[in-house]
């Protein structure tokens, strides 16, 4: 959808024992199309998480860091030996980031019981921002081509309907069907 996009993230315990208090810190950059980085703001309210991923206990928080903001999960449930956990979340970009702009997150993973070593990185995500908006006009006409805003039974008219992308990318609709009510 328009300036949302959806991100997952999955974790897999390869290791004999169970892994606690993982945390995910997953950051986001905004690179604009004219190359400079984006201060990107962001709010608790910005992140929708979904339900099956997140657990009882579970905390979500959004700390902002040097030209872009990072949202720190903390699963407090211990994933067991052998096993998978899927963490969903949608992120909500602020009216602020530019149609063509570069989104890009790296998500850093810590468990308590791996301490001295550096958080596992993920690969690096970059998604171009573009959207689709299509609009449509109609313009009613009598049989003379003067504009009218109403007609009666029994008189004549004809309306042109027009349509416009004002986005940056192809409409995804090679046919336009439309019912006149």
């Not at 339900?51 to 928080?61: L, N, Y």
């Not at 872009?68 to 903390?74: A, C, E, K, P």
């Amino acid at each position: 959808e328009d300036r949302r996009i959806l991100y997952g993230i999955e974790l897999i315990n390869y290791s004999s024992i169970p892994l606690s208090n993982i945390t995910i810190q997953d950051r986001i950059y905004i690179t604009n199309p004219d190359g400079t980085i984006n201060d990107l703001t962001l709010t608790p309210s910005d992140i929708i998480l979904y339900p099956e991923s997140i657990k009882p206990g579970d905390t979500v928080t959004v700390t902002k860091i040097t030209n872009g903001n990072q949202v720190n999960i903390t699963l407090n449930d211990p994933l067991s030996y052998d096993s998978t956990r899927f963490v969903r979340f949608t992120l909500d970009l602020p009216d602020t980031v530019e149609i063509g702009s570069i989104i890009t997150n790296t998500a850093y993973i810590d468990y308590s019981e791996n301490p001295s070593v550096d958080p596992l990185e993920t690969e690096t995500l970059d998604i171009i921002y573009t959207y689709t908006a299509l609009t449509a006009d109609k313009l009613v006409t009598d049989i003379n081509g003067n504009e009218i805003s109403s007609v009666l039974c029994g008189d004549q008219f004809k309306y042109v309907l027009s349509f416009t992308n004002t986005g940056n990318i192809l409409s995804p609709f090679n046919d336009l069907y439309f019912a006149n009510k």
